[in-house]
């Protein structure tokens, strides 16, 4: 059934693809799938609170229920004409509210199989309506005229009498607009640039002769969304015992901070520093921060966004590998350990002691250091389970078998 969408912000798409020329998105704001209906349906739920309207309703098609080979109704998940005795059948949505959107964008599948006939030549190139088969698609735009989307598909050529529908039929041995007989198949039809206060859509079609199907399906409504932040670019760079970290913005909207982390694995994060935003901005923004206590081996960094409203996005994910640290001379034992670590080292390295475990997570405050002197840590890892550990100090990493 229809899925509403309608979101306050326009804010929601992340920013992993972004090294984009455009800070622009599409999103879904009404859509019909016509999924969840059983056969024989023609008209529609009603699932929009805004508007107490069913989402559809349709009509035409007085005679073709006379037969039960011919319809106008939902079947198998999308709504379907089949042989509908030359009558115009039609299915018309509910008015919804664009006043919130600058560009509204409508897109529909319009599926058709079966040998339609099209646009015969006649006496004006192509006005002969014998035995047409057609479907059209047309909007208003508050509660307007209706407007036509015409001959889609570029097939009338210098006809300009084929331009009465949106999607048609052709015949190959009588003659017509084009010179193969395919029909369209499916195709999905796009009219962009729509604006005003409420929009209605209206998708109607005719055929006749036996097996002869035009289908409906995949109704999608969008507008066009700005995204909170075009990142141009994102690196991150090994600058010897540190990792350079710089990027770049086009465009910022409601920008507050960006926060970076870094993690061994891409799956547990970690913060290392918030940098300020620039809040509102269309011009080029340059920003870089310097990572001096990167972890040794492979690790990772990435950008989150943050509006003034708490909004957050991701920015794509980059590697690094630390070769080496700077040499010190540490030493910690027992390695294996079981309940008490020694680390010896100088005053400087052995200030901030860090433990981490394999998923990147700090654990130093599972633990209980006691200080013998300026140049010896006892740490007690008894509440620790088994398994591997990192313990960092200031410029050194030790891998560690808790056991």
């Known amino acids: ?98 006043s919130a959107y600058n560009s509204v ?6 599926i058709e199989n079966g040998d339609l006939e099209g646009l015969y030549w ?4 192509c006005s002969d309506a014998t035995n047409q088969d057609y479907a059209d698609v047309e909007y208003r735009v508050n509660g307007g005229t209706w407007t036509l989307v015409p001959n889609y598909l570029g097939w009338c050529g210098l006809y300009a009498s084929c331009a009465v529908h949106t999607l048609y039929g052709d015949d190959s041995v009588s003659g017509d607009c084009r010179t193969v007989d395919v029909d369209w198949v499916s195709t999905t039809v796009s009219v962009p640039g729509i604006s005003g206060s409420t929009l209605e859509l209206r998708l109607s079609a005719t055929n006749s002769s036996g097996l002869e199907f035009i289908r409906f399906d995949n109704i999608d409504i969008q507008y066009t969304a700005l995204l909170p932040m075009e990142l141009v670019s994102f690196t991150a760079q090994v600058s010897g015992l540190q990792v350079d970290l710089k990027w770049q913005t086009a465009s910022e909207i409601n920008n507050n901070y960006f926060i970076i982390e870094r993690s061994t694995n891409a799956i547990t994060w970690e913060k290392v520093k918030d940098i300020t935003g620039s809040g509102n901005s269309n011009t080029i923004k340059s920003y870089a921060f310097t ?39 540490v030493n910690l034992f027992p390695n294996p350990v079981k309940n008490q670590i020694t680390i010896e080292g100088s005053d400087a390295e052995l200030k901030d002691i860090r433990i981490y475990n394999m998923l990147g997570q700090d654990v130093t405050y599972s633990t209980h250091q006691a200080v013998n002197n300026e140049t010896t840590v006892v740490i007690n890892l008894s509440k620790l389970n088994p398994g591997i550990y990192y313990i960092y100090t200031k410029n050194t990493a030790h891998k560690l078998l808790k056991q």
């Open 291 to 329: 990572d001096p206590n990167p972890y040794p081996g492979v690790s990772y960094y990435r950008l989150k966004q943050t509006d003034f409203d708490g909004q957050i996005d991701s920015s794509q994910i980059k590697s690094v590998r630390v070769e080496k640290l700077k040499k010190e001379t």
């Open 1 to 98: 059934m229809k899925q509403l969408h309608i979101f306050q912000k326009s804010f929601l798409t992340t920013l992993c693809a972004l090294i984009l020329s455009s800070a622009y998105s599409q999103t879904t704001f009404w859509s019909e799938d016509f999924n969840g209906y059983s056969d024989g349906v023609t008209t529609g739920s009603n699932n929009n609170t805004n508007n107490p309207a069913n989402d559809w309703t349709s009509g035409g098609c007085t005679t073709c229920p006379s037969s039960i080979d011919d319809w106008w109704e939902i079947r198998s998940g999308v709504m379907e004409a089949r042989d509908v005795n030359n009558e115009h059948v039609y299915l018309q949505t509910e008015s919804i509210d664009i």
């Open 122 to 125: 006649g006496a004006d190139n």
């Open 105 to 110: 964008i409508i897109n529909v599948d319009v």
